[in-house]
């Protein structure tokens, strides 16, 4: 299909463009920015003025439920809430059931993405067999089948000969090695950032520490191994820190925050809102503020959702015993322009952190909008608003805290591949 999208703001971070122009797409792919190229004729024109046009949002961190959880959510439940929120990529940690330590559970998850046809879905291999810990994964098979990194999700691997040994299998095929840093021991039992929020409701803490505890070790062994790695959701200042510290060293490093630890804080867990419940959990106001500098620095170069949808049971029981994470495919256009409207970012620099960002760290042809590269597309009216409730909610999951928010930026199209996947009117 041949599209022309007419009069709109473009803005490709990856190419330094912000103009208002006509953005043509041919075959699946950009065919032109301004002019048309010679001989194209479009099949269908749509006028975007006043609108942000984009490259389609890449999330480096789904959990989409399937396989093993479709009592939550499932791979085309999600996929769809995806494409309504402007996201056209999305990487699967390995933590599904069975986990993704073969190459037939790989093939098995792109069967059916391509069945849904809402989004393009990545997946990471296990680092270790049934996230274990003690054995390695085939990394090279996982590679071969289409594999964009490995990593143990939110499994630590506490034997550190082990981790050394995972980092140069990966090292030695080219793969990056995803890392979620929280210590086994000092984060074990833990429910909330040690701190007076969690002294004041009596739940047991996890300190900063732990999280810096791990960042610590890894760093240790990619300056041993060589071995590329991304530290995934980062919650602390300190952590932030150590990270920028280890790139100054010219350490092959990189790490991304999820959207809510941006916005919220430990103050945010009220009386026991389950919805706050997150691992790594929400620390202190000076965390959070470090974390939006560290975003606006470059440091942390990518902002993902962090997204975990639950059936309303999982929260529904004493806030130590709900299961941590929250729904946020819904949010993540809408709190990257919040950080604009509060001056954190401006809006190249906003949709950079969720498009260019992330597609760099993966290695993919994605996130730009250059004439040959895919026509994966946002479309945003950015003066229209919404109220985050149960009815506008598009993930199965409605587990967020930031229900009753109103947040700024309504998707109006998005293309994948040059085929439109969500239409609506504003």
């Given amino acids: 299909m041949r599209i022309t999208l007419q009069g709109g703001r473009v803005i490709d971070p990856a190419h330094g463009l912000d103009a208002v122009t006509d953005l043509h797409i041919a075959d699946g792919r950009i065919a032109g920015l301004g002019t048309a190229p010679a001989g194209f004729i479009a099949e269908r024109s749509c006028d975007v003025s006043g609108r942000i046009v984009c490259p389609g949002l890449v999330d480096l961190c789904a959990r989409l439920r399937e396989p ?54 990545l997946v990471l291999g296990a680092l270790t067999r049934g996230l274990g810990g003690e054995v390695l994964a085939e990394m090279a098979a996982l590679k071969e089948a289409g594999c964009v990194g490995v990593g143990n999700a939110g499994v630590p691997v506490p034997n550190s000969m082990v981790m050394k040994r995972a980092m140069e299998y990966a090292s030695s095929h080219g793969l990056t090695v995803f890392l979620t840093p929280m210590d086994p021991w000092l984060s074990a039992g833990g429910q909330a950032h040690d701190g007076q929020v969690a002294a004041r409701l009596g739940l047991a803490g996890i300190p900063v520490a732990a999280e810096t505890a791990a960042v610590g070790r890894e760093l240790a062994l990619v300056e041993e191994t060589g071995a590329r790695a991304h530290f995934g959701r980062l919650s602390s200042a300190r952590a932030v820190a150590m990270i920028a510290r280890a790139r100054d060293r010219g350490l092959p490093v990189s790490c991304d925050v999820a959207a809510h630890q941006l916005h919220l804080t430990e103050v945010d867990l009220g009386r026991f809102d389950a919805d706050a419940h997150v691992l790594p959990p929400l620390r202190t106001a000076r965390d959070r503020d470090a974390l ?83 026509a994966d597309v946002c479309v945003f009216a950015p003066g ?3 109220l985050l409730d149960a009815r506008t909610l598009a993930s199965r999951g409605h587990n967020t805290p930031f229900l009753g928010w109103e947040l700024r930026g309504v998707v109006t199209l998005t293309l994948l591949d040059g085929r439109p996947v969500y239409q609506r009117e504003v």
């Fill in 68 to 121: 093993g959880a479709e009592h939550k959510a499932t791979i085309a439940s999600e996929t769809h809430a995806a494409a309504a929120s402007g996201i056209t990529t999305l990487v699967m940690p390995p933590d599904t059931d069975p986990v993704i330590d073969e190459t037939a559970v790989v093939e098995s998850i792109r069967r059916r993405a391509q069945a849904a046809g809402f989004a393009r879905v």
């Fill in 292 to 374: 939006r500098r560290g975003v606006a620095a470059g440091v942390i170069e990518a902002v993902c959702s962090d997204h975990q949808p639950h059936e309303p049971d999982a929260k529904l029981v004493p806030f130590g015993d709900t299961e941590p994470g929250l729904s946020a495919l819904d949010t993540l256009l809408g709190l990257m322009l919040k950080l604009v409207d509060e001056g954190v970012l401006d809006l190249p620099g906003a949709i950079e952190r969720v498009t260019a960002g992330p597609a760099r760290l993966l290695g993919i042809e994605a996130g730009t909008l250059a004439v040959g590269a895919p």
């Fill in 384 to 386: 229209a608003h919404r």
